[in-house]
Structures are given as structure tokens and as C-alpha cells.
């Protein structure tokens, strides 16, 4: 099992940033996907970013909403994934969830089968 927690949501203005973090522990051996999505009420979970990890990992891809905005990164050693989220926009309030995965197919736009509790991200106008 594995288990995905994110620390770093919180409140903040438009035009802000913030920087999310999710630490991967437990049976994190063959870890090869990690990504972050996000879900605003009444809306669908949709991929924010991804990113693949191991001996041919560092692929990334990204939504187009938040393309040039945002930046995905990982520390594998950490097993720790990041996402730098810059020029913060009211639309982008929602809670943002951290997700892994192992096995193929593999891929930064994979969904994988493990999940984070959430943190929540706020932007006021």
C-alpha cells in the first residue's frame, strides 16, 4: 500500500503563488507516475500535471489551462512531488489531489491507482 500526502493548499490572492507537496511512503518500490488533479464543486476531477519517475522518468505534461503557470518537479530520492503554482487565477480553486501509480501503460497523463485525502486551494479576485 501506499500512502500520498499533501501539504501546502491554503488561501491567496490572485496573481499569487503557492507551492504544493505530496511525500509518497509505504510500499513506494516501482513508483513510476505521480501527478496532481483537482476537482471545484460541481466539476469533474480533471489532471493538472504529471510526472514520471524512474530510470526513464521526467516526462511531463500538463493542462492546458494551467500550461506556462504551473511546474511539476519530483525529488525522487524525497519520493516527494511538487507542484510551483504561479499567476494563481480565481478559477483555480479547488481541491487538488496527489495521485501515483506503478505498472503500464505509464505515462505523465496515466491516472494511477493511488490517492491523496486533498488540501485545498482558494484564490479570491
Known amino acids: 500500500q501506499v500512502q500520498l500526502v499533501e501539504t501546502g493548499g491554503g488561501l491567496v490572492q490572485a496573481g499569487g503563488s503557492l507551492r504544493l507537496s505530496c511525500v509518497a511512503s509505504g510500499n513506494t518500490f516501482s513508483l513510476n507516475r505521480m501527478g496532481w488533479y483537482r476537482q471545484a464543486p460541481g466539476r469533474q476531477r480533471e489532471l493538472i500535471a504529471g510526472?514520471?519517475?524512474?530510470?526513464?522518468?521526467?516526462?511531463?505534461a500538463y493542462a492546458d489551462s494551467v500550461k506556462g503557470r504551473f511546474t511539476i518537479s519530483s525529488d525522487n530520492d524525497k519520493n516527494t512531488v511538487y507542484l510551483q503554482m504561479n499567476s494563481l487565477k480565481p478559477e483555480d480553486t479547488a481541491v487538488y489531489y496527489c495521485n501515483a501509480g506503478r505498472g503500464r501503460p505509464s505515462g505523465p497523463r496515466i491516472i494511477g491507482e493511488y490517492w491523496g485525502q486533498g488540501t485545498q486551494v482558494t484564490v479570491s479576485s
Open positions: 510526472i514520471t519517475s524512474g530510470s526513464s522518468g521526467g516526462d511531463t
